[in-house]
Structures are given as structure tokens and as C-alpha cells.
């Protein structure tokens, strides 16, 4: 089993930068692929970023040039930050994680590919 806790959320004003963490327990961590996933108020749960066991790296569109995805695999960690944030960023921010030493990572933006989540972190931002 693969327990995924977020931190790092938090209240910014809009143009500032905030760097979210994802520590896993449990697993194989250098197996793992990891994404982040968001969702605001009243709104559906949609795809961020996501990172591969190799560090490949994927992106929404609304993330491309302002986010960055990265892991640590000694730490045990996947970050993702942000920079040039805005208010429709403002979502509780989800990391999810699946096994991919053997089935592959072909549906990154899928929330489905996943088997394990995180509880949520909630990022505010103001205009």
C-alpha cells in the first residue's frame, strides 16, 4: 500500500509562487509515477502535472511555463512548483501515484491510471 500525504498549500497573493510537496510511504517509491491533480469550488477534479518513474514529465495547459514537476527519490518526495500563480489557480490540490515498474505510464492525465491519492492540500489565491 502507498500513502501519499500533500503539504505546502497555502494563502498567496496573485503573481507569487508556492511549492507543494507529495512524501510517500510504502511501495516502491523509484517505481512510482506521480500526478497532481486540482479542484475548485463547485468545479470537476482535473489534471496539473504528472512525472513518471524516469522523470519524464507532462503537463496540462494551463500548468505549461508556469509549473514545474520534479521528485526526489532518496527523499521519498515529488514537488510541484509554481510560479506566476493566479486566482484560478485556487483549488485543494491532490497528488495521486501508481506503480509502473511493468504496465508503463500511457494515460498521465487520467485519473483512473491512479490507485493511490493523497487527502489534499488547499491553495488560495488572491487578486
Known amino acids: 500500500q502507498v500513502h501519499l500525504v500533500e503539504s505546502g498549500g497555502g494563502l498567496v497573493q496573485a503573481g507569487d509562487s508556492l511549492r507543494l510537496s507529495c512524501a510517500a510511504t510504502?511501495?516502491?517509491?523509484?517505481?512510482?509515477?506521480v500526478g497532481w491533480f486540482r479542484q475548485a469550488p463547485g468545479e470537476e477534479r482535473e489534471f496539473v502535472s504528472a512525472?513518471?518513474?524516469?522523470?519524464?514529465?507532462f503537463y496540462a495547459d494551463s500548468a505549461k511555463g508556469r509549473f514545474t514537476i520534479s521528485r526526489d527519490n532518496a527523499k521519498k518526495m515529488v514537488y510541484l512548483q509554481m510560479d506566476s500563480l493566479n486566482h484560478e489557480d485556487t483549488a485543494v490540490y491532490f497528488c495521486?501515484?501508481?506503480?509502473?515498474?511493468?504496465?508503463?505510464?500511457?494515460?498521465?492525465?487520467?485519473?483512473?491510471?491512479?490507485?493511490?491519492w493523497g487527502q489534499g492540500t488547499q491553495v488560495t489565491v488572491s487578486s
Open positions: 512525472i513518471s518513474r524516469t522523470s519524464n514529465t
Open positions: 510504502g511501495g516502491t517509491f523509484s517505481r512510482l509515477a
Open positions: 495521486a501515484a501508481v506503480h509502473t515498474i511493468i504496465t508503463g505510464f500511457t494515460r498521465p492525465s487520467s485519473m483512473d491510471t491512479y490507485n493511490s
